[in-house]
Structure formats: structure tokens, C-alpha cells
């Protein structure tokens, strides 16, 4: 590193951008951050002394030397590239002449970018996936990111690394959320993450744009269903944080932009509230977006010129705005976090819990209420449109976990799901041995969620094929749902749907292979050893002279309850407890 000039303490990168110089060396903190060069050759905002000039015409002698030596690196590749063409040793493309694969094979003009694939295989990820993902949950511009694209390949002397993020991260967007062996080979997704990792931190330091908005929020969808939820965190903070900084969360802030940039600032933003609500929930943290500090208007219910978000029932007429639909049920999310596990909560008495579990349960229903019957589990179930099936089991996965979350959520044990195990197999055992149990841990409204439980999972086996994305976001409500109906056949064997529940949870065990014993072997054994003692207890009640316990639980007014296990205490006496369905689910890990 070259000497300090004793007249100016930062260096060449922190003086052109105004910012504090730590002087570290070799590099300070600002350089090492940028991958620079720590150096004090720049001109001052005074007239250079003598000295200074020399150096600088130096330092741009050097500069130029290198540019001429890169361009020359170019011209070799190009010209060998010409020289195989003229041989008849490669063929031309049948696309466009601008959108060549040669062109696509020049080297950047930032150094450090790898190539891209050519750009007929770009464009076909690019278009399936705003086809598709990008169609209901909408972070994209079709229009805008699609000229983006294009000219990354006609332009190859204008490329700069946001625009390279903007396309590798689109590209693991088309990967992350498309069927199985769709894009082979599947390896190329990591390849595609990391190549926008490469270079998120120059994103972020860069003086905000729309554009870094949504590469932050691209990386968040991709790590949304990862088991560990920090990265998704730190990047949907990150997001929420560069989107105030634009004013994304106000009217005001987009008065003067044209209508279609109006229009992708209101979509970025909402997608970033679905994702923070989302993502925080399962982190048992308060969402960064606060809902009193937003003045936006919701997107349409009814379809208008622009048909982002909507999804049209099987009949080709239904229609339903998906993308307000998750924001509806993100914001009740939001208040199952202050219901739960926010400061005021754990000062509640338990009345005063009960009464707000009321609430946010009356605002779900209120939600599920306004779904037209052409999407309920029960129609999509019998459509036959796999795709279709997909978006509505990820969106009922999101209501099962809200409403598990207020059934037995608590600040100590996220759903008590440990404990009611515990509890469900001692019990069983002890039916299985002929001991009459007074108590059974089966929470009120119990038939209601078993209906919920069977609809859930006949519509999640008509997801075929079923891709990563979608399977780990739906996982946790799908074994949770084929427990309830495994318990059920311990609390209720005179049940009319029995013999129907066991086929379904044994096909869906079966269908499930080793998958959850590797994710969630604790969930895994408990599911069995429940499954094998209710077949014990059907074969006892088959048996002739068989005497079944005296349960009275279900659909009766002497309901014992499971109120010891809740977070709320609730008084035993039916009277005084809310009238809502009680579910549960867990956050595997």
C-alpha cells in the first residue's frame, strides 16, 4: 500500500463517497467490503499539488495499460470463436443474430462475473417461472424483467453485476419452485444462488434501487422453506429496510412514477410483508413491518386490466386474487404473533387470552369465508388440476399453522405439540390395556379440524408431482393432519369414517417412505407407534364381547377437554370457553 498523504486521512473509495475511513490496514473496512483497492492516489477537492499529479497520471497510465489488455483477451476470444465458425466447426443459432449464444460466451465487462447459459435456455427458465410462481406471487415485472433479460444478451458492453444478480436469481427462482425434473440438472440451483450471494453485498452498499429490493426478496423466497430460518431473517430485514428507504410502504412516495413502476413498487412491497410475516411467525419473532405504518391500498379483489395474483377456478370463470388472499392471511399472522408470544400476551390474564384467541380465530374464519367454494379443499380435490391443488394446499398450509399457533401456542413451548404426544400415547396404551380413562387429551371443536384434517390431506395427495418448494412448506400440516386422524382412531372407533382414515393414513405413510424418518424421526416413531396401537384397538373392539371405554368427548356436552396442556388455562367449565376449533401443527427441524 503506498504512503499516506498526511493531508487527507481517507482513502481514494471512502473520500468519493463521503464516508467514514476506519484506516485499517492493509485495506480499510469500506474497501475490503467492495473488494477495492485501498489507495490515496485521488484527487482532492483542491488543486492536486505536483506531486499528486504525477501519481495520478501514473495510476491512469496503468489503468489503461490493464483495459488494453483486457480488450485484447476479448478480441482473442472473439476472433477464435469466428476463425471455428468460418471452419464449419459450430453451427449458428436459429434465434435472432443479437441474441447469439456467442454472445452470451463474451467475457463480462465486469470482471469476476461467470457466463450465463446461453440465452434460448434463459428465457425459457425466465418465462416458465412468470408463467407460473411469478403469476399468483407476483415479485416480478413480466414486461420489464423480460427487456432485462434480452438485453444482458444484445448488449453484452453494458452489463454490470446487478443486472447479473437479477438473472441468476430468477433463474434458482425457476429451479426452486418448478416440478421435479423440469429443468435438468437440478445441481445448477446452488450454482445460481451462490453466484448471486457473490455479489450481494455490492448490491446492497450500491444507493438503493427497486431492482435490489427484489433480488434480497428473490434470495428470501428461496431460503423461506430452509429448516433453519436465520438467512431468511437477516434477508427479509434487509429487504424490508432497503424498501423503506424507497418509500414503498406509502402512497406519497410513488405519486409521480408512471403507472407499471407504481404498480411493481406496490407488488414488491406486499410480497415483502407476506414473507416477513411468514417467516417471523415461525421464528416466534415480531414482524419488522408494523401494519399502522403502511398506507398502501390492497390489490384489487376484482380483476382489471392487470391480472397479477388472480388464479381462475376449473370451471374457467371462478376467479379469486391469490396474491390479496395471502396478504389477508399474512396480516392475521401478524396479530397470532401479538395473540401469543408479543410482551403485552405474556401479561394477559387467561381470560383476557381467551378472548383475544377468539378474536384472531373469528378473523380466520372471516378469511376462510370469503374463499369461493370453487377453491375449498374439497372442489380442488375433485378438479383434477394439480397445479391449481399446489398453490391452495401451500395457502391452507399457512392457515393450519396460524391456527395450531393459537390453539396451543405459548411463549415456552411453540405448540405444545411435545406434550399433547406424550399425553396421546400414554393414553392410547393404557386404552389398549383396558384401563377406562375419565380424561382423553382431545382439544374442543375436535370434529371440526378432523374434516379440515381429511380435506387437507386428500388435496395434498393430488399434488403431483410434487416439487422441494412446495413439499417443505406443506409438510408440517400434512403430518400433522395424518396424526389427527391417527389419534382419532384411538378417541373414536365408532366413528363412520374409521375404516376410511385408516387407509388414508396408512397411503399416506406409505407414499411418505423414508423422507420424514430422516427429517423428524421423533415425529416419525410416535406416528407409527400410534398407528399400531390403534390397529390393536380395532382389533380389540372387533373382538367378539369387546367392551369400548365410555368416552363421551366428542359431540357431546359433557366435553372433558385438553385444557391442562394449553398455553391459556382455560376454566373447564364449557361455558366459559370461546367457541372456536382447536388444531395443532409443529415447525419440524
Known amino acids: ?46 488543486t492536486p499539488s505536483r506531486k499528486q499529479a504525477a501519481i495520478q497520471r501514473q495510476r491512469q497510465g496503468s489503468d489503461l495499460q490493464s483495459r488494453v489488455e483486457s480488450l485484447e483477451l476479448q478480441l482473442s476470444a472473439v476472433l477464435s470463436k469466428l476463425e471455428r465458425l468460418e471452419g464449419g466447426q459450430e453451427t449458428s443459432s436459429s434465434i435472432t443474430p443479437a441474441y447469439r ?6 467475457p463480462s465487462q465486469t470482471p469476476g462475473l461467470s457466463d450465463l447459459p446461453p440465452f ?42 446487478v443486472t447479473w444478480a437479477v438473472i441468476n436469481v430468477v433463474l434458482a427462482l425457476g429451479h426452486h419452485t418448478s416440478s421435479p425434473g423440469e429443468w435438468p440438472p437440478k445441481g445448477k440451483r446452488a450454482v445460481y444462488l451462490n453466484n448471486t450471494l457473490s455479489v450481494l453485498s455490492d448490491i446492497i452498499m450500491r444507493e438503493t434501487e427497486l431492482v435490489h429490493v427484489q433480488i434480497v426478496l428473490g434470495l428470501a423466497v428461496i431460503l423461506w422453506s430452509a429448516v433453519e430460518s436465520g438467512p431468511a431473517l437477516i434477508l427479509i430485514g434487509t429487504a424490508l429496510r432497503l424498501a423503506h428507504s424507497l418509500g414503498l410502504h406509502t402512497r406519497k ?28 411467525l415461525q421464528a416466534k419473532l415480531a414482524p419488522v413491518q408494523l401494519d399502522n405504518d403502511i398506507d398502501l391500498d390492497l390489490p384489487p379483489s376484482e380483476a382489471e386490466d392487470n391480472l397479477a395474483g388472480f388464479i381462475f377456478a376449473a370451471d374457467g370463470h371462478t376467479k379469486i386474487n391469490y396474491f390479496r ?53 374439497v372442489t380442488l380435490t375433485q378438479s383434477c388440476y394439480p397445479d391449481l391443488s399446489r398453490y391452495f394446499c401451500i395457502l391452507y398450509s399457512a392457515r ?161 377437554g385438553f385444557i391442562g396442556a394449553s398455553g391459556y388455562d382455560f376454566l373447564e367449565n364449557d361455558d366459559e370457553i370461546p367457541a372456536f376449533d382447536l388444531s395443532w401443527m409443529t415447525l419440524l427441524t
Open 253 to 280: 412516495s410513488s405519486e409521480h412514477c408512471s403507472p407499471t413502476l407504481a404498480l411493481q413498487r406496490r407488488q414488491v412491497f406486499w410480497m415483502a410483508y407476506i414473507l416477513d410475516r411468514d417467516i417471523s
Open 101 to 106: 449464444q456467442d454472445a452470451a460466451a463474451l
Open 325 to 377: 388472499t395471502r396478504i389477508e392471511l399474512a396480516r392475521i399472522q401478524g396479530e397470532a404473533y401479538d395473540c401469543v408470544y408479543s410482551v403485552s400476551a405474556q401479561n394477559r390474564n387467561s381470560r383476557e387470552r381467551a378472548e383475544s384467541v377468539a378474536r384472531v380465530l373469528g378473523s380466520l374464519n372471516d378469511w376462510g369465508s370469503r374463499i369461493p367454494p370453487g377453491f375449498h379443499a
Open 120 to 161: 434460448q435456455e434463459v428465457l425459457l427458465i425466465v418465462e416458465r417461472y412468470l408463467a407460473s410462481f411469478n403469476a399468483v406471487l407476483p415479485l416480478f415485472h413480466p414486461a420489464t424483467l423480460l427487456h432485462t433479460v434480452k438485453d444482458w444478451y444484445q448488449n453484452p458492453r453494458s452489463r454490470d453485476p
Open 1 to 46: 500500500m503506498e504512503t499516506r498523504p498526511p493531508h487527507r486521512k481517507a482513502c481514494d473509495l471512502c473520500y468519493r463517497r463521503k464516508i467514514k475511513c476506519d484506516g485499517e490496514k492493509p485495506r480499510c473496512s469500506s474497501c475490503v467490503v467492495h473488494k477495492s483497492d485501498c489507495t490515496f492516489n485521488a484527487a482532492s477537492r483542491k
Open 400 to 560: 393450519l399453522s396460524c391456527l395450531a399457533l393459537l390453539s396451543f401456542g405459548s411463549p415456552s413451548d411453540s405448540f405444545h405439540y411435545s406434550e399433547w404426544m406424550q399425553r396421546l400415547q400414554e393414553y392410547g396404551g393404557k386404552v389398549a390395556t383396558g384401563q377406562v380413562i375419565a380424561r382423553a387429551p382431545v382439544p374442543h371443536g375436535w370434529p371440526a379440524f378432523l374434516a379440515a384434517a381429511r380435506e387437507y390431506i386428500l388435496l395434498y395427495e393430488t399434488v403431483t408431482p410434487k416439487d422441494t418448494f412446495c413439499m417443505r412448506i406443506t409438510f408440517c400440516a400434512y403430518i400433522s393432519s395424518l396424526i389427527s386422524l391417527t389419534a382419532n382412531r384411538i378417541f373414536n372407533r365408532d366413528h363412520n369414517t374409521i375404516d376410511s382414515d385408516r387407509e388414508v393414513t396408512m397411503n399416506a405413510i406409505k407414499n411418505l417412505g423414508d423422507r420424514p424418518k430422516r427429517s423428524c424421526p421423533s415425529i416419525w416413531e410416535a406416528l407409527k407407534r400410534l398407528s399400531s396401537c390403534a390397529d390393536l384397538l380395532s382389533c380389540q373392539h372387533t373382538a367378539p364381547n369387546s367392551i369400548s371405554p365410555r368416552l363421551s368427548f366428542l359431540d357431546g356436552e359433557s366435553h372433558p
